[in-house]
């Protein structure tokens, strides 16, 4: 079978871009990273009549710090968040925590942690990361720049509050801790249940605690792959305000979680399997953050 003929546009302007798309918005595709997409267009899956390239809108690759977020914009490569420094604080560490978990390099290199939010793949560790921290997300069409918190953004599986003519244009993550809570110290963590390297993952859990002194004062937790679209656990980041950072409160956060949960079932992960996945996840993501805070106020003790 032939491939269904598309045709294709590379704008330099991002207004050039938007006119583009409104053309035929119904039938037209985004193409950054193009990992995602293209694999879908080859399996025939995904057949754009048009196909509207944004890699030449130079103006959409920068990672700037603007107030208390961070602007990441669309073209920004995945590889960008291997390293701490791209970002201050606790954001630097978490996004480079997460990265790694991303397919492998060559994935890295070429695809785009907006493009993850546009795709919405509820398996996504970036679209879990951007629940976590509220992030609000900036979709540009013909009526101008509009901005959408992650959590009313995404509606299903690869489904999002997207127009058809609008493009993703920059997702704002908030710097840490900002309103994650009154604290002496901020902690991260990230872990992933994966079944060989480098493919989706089956759980993900962001943690992000927010410390004073040993007790928690603000705490986040988003996951991918425990429902439909990525997951907040705000029953459990309600119960560990106030509590001692420990294995109990731990627990039971995970308890609180898996309650909350409603996973889907995959091929080589069922229902229960995942159920027991997001326990596991939840108790070893915050364990990490908790260190990683415990770590930071050492080495503040020793400036």
């Known amino acids: 079978m032939k491939p269904a003929p598309f045709d294709y546009v590379a704008p330099t302007a991002l207004p050039d871009a938007v006119a583009a798309l409104a053309e035929r918005p119904e039938t037209a595709r985004v193409l950054a990273g193009g990992q995602s997409l293209v694999l879908e267009m080859h399996y025939r899956r995904e057949r754009p009549a048009l196909l509207v390239d944004i890699n030449n809108v130079r103006s959409l690759d920068a990672i700037t710090v603007d107030g208390d977020v961070l602007r990441v914009g669309a073209l920004a490569r995945h590889r960008a968040f291997e390293t701490p420094s791209v970002a201050p604080g606790a954001l630097g560490r978490l996004l480079s925590r997460v990265s790694p978990f991303i397919a492998h390099p060559p994935v890295r290199a070429r695809g785009t942690m907006v493009g993850s939010l546009a795709?919405?793949?509820?398996?996504?560790?970036?679209?879990?990361?951007?629940?976590?921290?509220?992030?609000?997300?900036?979709?540009?069409?013909?009526?101008?720049?509009?901005?959408?918190?992650?959590?009313?953004?995404?509606?299903?599986?690869?489904?999002?509050?997207?127009?058809p003519d609008e493009i993703l244009t920059s997702v704002r993550l908030p710097l840490l801790p900002g309103p994650v809570g009154e604290a002496d110290v901020v902690g991260v963590g990230f872990c992933e249940q994966h079944r060989t390297h480098a493919s989706f993952a089956q759980v993900a859990v962001v943690a992000v605690l927010a410390l004073r002194r040993g007790v928690i004062t603000g705490a986040r937790l988003g996951l991918a792959g425990a429902a439909d679209r990525p997951m907040r656990a705000h029953d459990a980041e309600r119960h560990l305000v106030g509590q001692e950072a420990e294995p109990g409160a731990f627990a039971r956060a995970a308890e609180l979680t898996v309650a909350a949960a409603a996973p889907l079932p995959e091929p080589h992960a069922g229902v229960e399997y995942k159920r027991n996945a997001i326990g596991v996840l939840v108790r070893r993501a915050l364990t990490q953050a908790r260190e990683d805070g415990e770590v930071n106020v050492e080495r503040r003790a020793e400036r």
């Not at 679209?127 to 901005?147: K, N, Q, S, Y």
């Not at 599986?157 to 127009?163: C, L």
Request: hydrophobic share 45%.
């Open 119 to 163: 795709w919405a793949n509820p398996a996504s560790e970036w679209c879990a990361t951007a629940v976590a921290l509220d992030a609000a997300i900036e979709l540009t069409g013909p009526g101008g720049t509009r901005r959408v918190v992650a959590g009313d953004y995404f509606l299903g599986p690869f489904r999002t509050a997207r127009q």
